[in-house]
Nanobody
């Protein structure tokens, strides 16, 4: 069983930065593609970023491209989401997710999810 736990959320002013972490326990971490999704109140869960098992291939939603960066440390079984130039519209609960074997932006393809961490950006 694969378990994911996000951390690093909080309250930040517009223009600020936060770094989210997602610690993964269970099977061989590098075998899993990882992704970040977010869900704002009253909205559907949407894609944010995804990266391959090696971390060499990354993908971003247009809304965060150039501001967010995702990376992973396979030695630490952890994936990160560095969020810069935050905007109020980035306010949401952020989730990390895992799947095998290939990267995807399709929410329903992910088998494992964390509990989420709240990010609130004030204007």
């Amino acid at each position: 069983q694969v378990q994911l736990a996000e951390s690093g959320g909080g309250l930040v002013q517009a223009g600020g930065s936060l770094r989210l972490s997602c610690a993964v326990s269970g099977r061989t971490f590098s075998n899993y593609a990882m992704a970040w999704f977010r869900q704002a109140p009253g909205k559907e869960r949407e894609k944010v970023a995804a990266l391959s098992g090696s971390g060499l291939n990354t993908y971003y939603a247009d809304s965060v491209k150039g501001r967010f960066t995702t990376s992973r440390d396979n030695a630490k079984n952890t994936v990160y989401l560095q969020m810069n130039s935050l905007k109020p519209e980035d306010t949401a609960v952020y989730y990390c997710a895992a799947k095998q074997p290939y990267t995807s932006f399709l929410r329903d393809e992910y088998d494992y999810w964390g509990q989420g961490t709240q990010v609130t950006v004030s204007s």
